[in-house]
């Protein structure tokens, strides 16, 4: 990838894309494409079709979807399997028509069964039945790997696909009924700070096991393979390390609300019981993450801070 190359980030305003587009600036490539929701639909082929042509991206980062956290993808799993699918397979469909020179497909760590081996290898797609509560969306995010290998394999396309594990950072959802466990935890305890109350309720029994990666590292990982990673084969994303949900809560409650007392809402649903990834594929290629779960979630706390502020000052 060139400086003043082609570059279209898809799904430019959610937490994969902005951290993709942070990253590009920062590196000063100055042939950034983007489009809004409003300006371009991408489950419409013939708009997605009429965009490609009019601004021929070389590179595309194909990392727009609906996304959300266990709450969500239970209960609107038609709008994750309609929405995604749609998405990925115009894009795809155009990247190949107007002959785009790489795609980076971004997948999630939910394409893998329920009930896998730890920590998971990328060989286990496909090897046993997924975890209900997500399963509409990841079906969407195999049938998008298996769209890039089919483009590579019948018309020869350099299209690619990265899995990461869950994510957060700067620019993440913090509405909870459709956010992830990290962004919901850190309002949470925030609120409960606020309001002067001292419990803070947390979904499940407290036992899966999660692993975290800022989407800084993500981002920095995603431009390491665009430039280096030529494999048919999709890789995972990720740290390596893992920990329980409680864990996570405790660590959110010292940086958040210390005084906090935490209680498990058993009704809520737990979810995959682990999903770890092995990312020695990854590290054997060069490329490590940098920012330790702590660090980073700090670092999430005060750009929630930065948000409510900017709240006030509006509403004042
Ligand atoms: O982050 P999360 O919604 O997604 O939930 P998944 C992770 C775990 O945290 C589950 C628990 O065991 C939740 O029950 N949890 C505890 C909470 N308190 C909360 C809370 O306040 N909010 C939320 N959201 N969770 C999603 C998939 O699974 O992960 C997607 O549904 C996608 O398909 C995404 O793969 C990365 O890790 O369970």
């Given at each position: 990838?060139?400086?003043?190359?082609?570059?279209?980030?898809?799904?430019?305003?959610?937490?994969?894309?902005?951290?993709?587009?942070?990253?590009?600036?920062?590196?000063?490539?100055?042939?950034i494409?983007?489009?809004?929701?409003e300006?371009?639909?991408?489950?419409?082929?013939?708009?997605?079709?009429?965009?490609?042509?009019?601004?021929?991206p070389?590179?595309?980062?194909?990392?727009?979807g609906?996304?959300?956290?266990?709450?969500?993808?239970?209960?609107?799993?038609?709008?994750?399997?309609?929405?995604?699918?749609?998405?990925?397979?115009?894009?795809?469909?155009?990247?190949?028509?107007?002959?785009?020179?790489?795609?980076?497909?971004?997948?999630?760590?939910?394409?893998?069964?329920?009930?896998?081996?730890?920590?998971?290898?990328?060989?286990?797609?496909?090897?046993?039945?997924?975890?209900?509560?997500?399963?509409?969306?990841?079906?969407?995010?195999?049938?998008?790997?298996?769209l890039?290998?089919?483009?590579?394999?019948?018309?020869?396309?350099?299209?690619?696909?990265?899995?990461?594990?869950?994510?957060?950072?700067?620019?993440?959802?913090?509405?909870?009924?459709?956010?992830?466990?990290?962004?919901?935890?850190?309002?949470?305890?925030?609120?409960?700070k606020?309001?002067?109350?001292?419990?803070?309720?947390?979904?499940?029994?407290?036992?899966?096991?999660?692993?975290?990666?800022?989407?800084?590292?993500?981002?920095?990982?995603?431009?390491?393979?665009?430039?280096?990673?030529?494999?048919?084969?999709?890789?995972?994303?990720?740290?390596?390390?893992?920990?329980?949900?409680?864990?996570?809560?405790?660590?959110?409650?010292?940086?958040?609300?210390?005084?906090?007392?935490?209680?498990f809402?058993?009704?809520?649903?737990?979810?995959?019981?682990?999903?770890?990834?092995?990312?020695?594929?990854?590290?054997?290629?060069?490329?490590?993450?940098?920012?330790?779960?702590?660090?980073?979630?700090?670092?999430?706390?005060?750009?929630?801070m930065?948000?409510?502020?900017?709240?006030?000052?509006?509403?004042?």
């Open positions: 990838m060139e400086r003043n190359d082609r570059i279209f980030v898809a799904g430019h305003r959610g937490l994969v894309g902005s951290a993709i587009v942070r990253r590009l600036q920062a590196e000063r490539f100055d042939n494409l983007t489009a809004t929701r300006q371009l639909d991408l489950r419409d082929q013939a708009a997605v079709n009429y965009w490609f042509r009019a601004n021929r070389e590179y595309v980062f194909l990392v727009a609906t996304v959300g956290g266990i709450l969500a993808n239970s209960t609107r799993p038609a709008e994750f399997i309609y929405d995604n699918m749609l998405i990925h397979a115009t894009v795809v469909h155009a990247a190949h028509f107007f002959k785009t020179k790489k795609l980076l497909y971004l997948g999630s760590s939910c394409i893998y069964p329920r009930e896998c081996a730890q920590p998971i290898k990328e060989q286990y797609l496909l090897t046993g039945p997924l975890e209900p509560t997500n399963e509409a969306y990841a079906l969407a995010k195999i049938a998008g790997i298996k890039c290998q089919s483009y590579r394999t019948q018309y020869g396309c350099n299209f690619i696909s990265a899995m990461p594990t869950n994510l957060y950072g700067s620019n993440d959802n913090f509405d909870l009924t459709s956010s992830h466990v990290l962004p919901a935890l850190i309002r949470k305890f925030h609120e409960a606020v309001e002067g109350s001292r419990d803070v309720t947390v979904w499940g029994s407290g036992t899966p096991r999660r692993e975290f990666l800022h989407v800084d590292d993500l981002a920095d990982a995603c431009l390491f393979l665009m430039r280096s990673y030529e494999d048919a084969q999709h890789i995972n994303v990720g740290t390596g390390e893992d920990l329980t949900i409680r864990e996570l809560a405790e660590m959110v409650r010292d940086v958040v609300y210390p005084a906090a007392a935490i209680r809402d058993r009704s809520k649903p737990d979810g995959m019981p682990r999903k770890l990834l092995d990312v020695g594929r990854l590290h054997e290629l060069g490329w490590r993450h940098r920012i330790d779960l702590r660090d980073g979630l700090a670092q999430t706390y005060d750009w929630f930065q948000q409510v502020a900017c709240g006030e000052a509006m509403r004042a």
